[in-house]
């Protein structure tokens, strides 16, 4: 028996938009339903190397299957200017909960892409307007497109407008898409203004402070606390949805202004889980603005993982490698 080992581009092969949408939703589901192992996320500071290694491991039973992985991943800030390396560089086991047998090794930075854009879709799907067909989207780095692609698979996306202080940036994501949709870059305030918005920025002052009066928001850049995108007078006005309590009130959207006291307990409408499974009501009538608080779960990797590694054997993607000796018994 062998593993899988799947670089960038194979994991980009595999990992089919709509599929890993479907699998995050379950993973959502099963979150909710107490079907899941997910310990917290584990932390190595090395203030010598200016940097860090994370750990995220966790088991979902998603009914039809389970699956079990961890994702192993840094944060290095001087790595593209020192080292000609990334600054976040992640890697994926993928196991059989049964027999605990490394089926696949991934590259877990794709990974993290794919599923954070799926993340955002199941959020989308649930609490914008059925008929969204505009999306804003702040800031043009890698997650970007994968917020695109995702969201305008459970939403009819027509016109996009993006916002970066990168010009060039801008240029490239309208290049990147102009043959699928009427993409054009604009101001924040005018990506604020559409159906959907999607923000992936790393600040810690908020850029966004107007958005349309039913406009549902993807903040997705708030992974560390002290990272804040969405003014708190947004938040405050909105109906709040978060994908983790825990990691959330340290290190998502919501951490500054819960940690002044300008957010509790009772300005969180559900965890995204609750709204997938029906304990919750998604988008009324009534419901204005929308903002989904993504964190990043472990056990989204775990699901989009396992969309990868079954195409991957269907389609023989990926090089098998030797790395349990099954002679020693």
Known sequence: MQTLLLDPEAVEEAAEMPAVVDAVEEA?????????QMPAKSYIDLPEYNGDFRSMPA????????????KWVNVHPDNPEDHDLPTVMG?????????????????????????TGA?????????????????????AGVQSYTQLEAVATVRPIKEVVVADRDDERVAEFVEAFDDRFDVRGGSI???????????VTPVEEPIVHSVGERTHVNAIGADAAGKHEIADEILLDATLVIDDYEQCTHSG???VPWSAGVLGDDDLHAE??????????????????????????????????????????????????????????
């Open 59 to 70: 088991y979902m039973d998603a009914g039809d299957w389970d699956a079990a992985a961890v």
């Open 91 to 115: 890697t994926v086991v993928y196991s059989d909960p049964e027999t605990a047998f490394p089926l696949a090794l991934l590259d877990g930075t794709t990974i993290t892409r794919e599923r």
């Open 272 to 329: 995204l889980g609750e709204i997938v499974v029906g304990e919750k009501p998604g988008r009324t009538a009534e419901t204005g603005v929308t903002v989904f608080d993504s964190t990043g779960l472990a056990t989204q990797d775990v699901a989009a993982s396992h969309v990868v590694y079954e195409y991957a054997e269907e389609h023989g993607v990926g090089e098998p490698v030797s790395l349990v000796d099954t002679d020693v018994l």
């Open 253 to 255: 959207e919501i951490n």
């Open 119 to 139: 993340a955002a879709a199941v959020a989308t799907d649930y609490l914008a307007v059925e008929d969204a067909r505009t999306m804003g989207i702040v800031g």
């Open 28 to 36: 959502f589901a099963a979150d909710a339903r107490d079907d899941v």
């Open 189 to 199: 305030e005018e990506a604020g203004q559409c159906d959907v918005l999607s923000t």
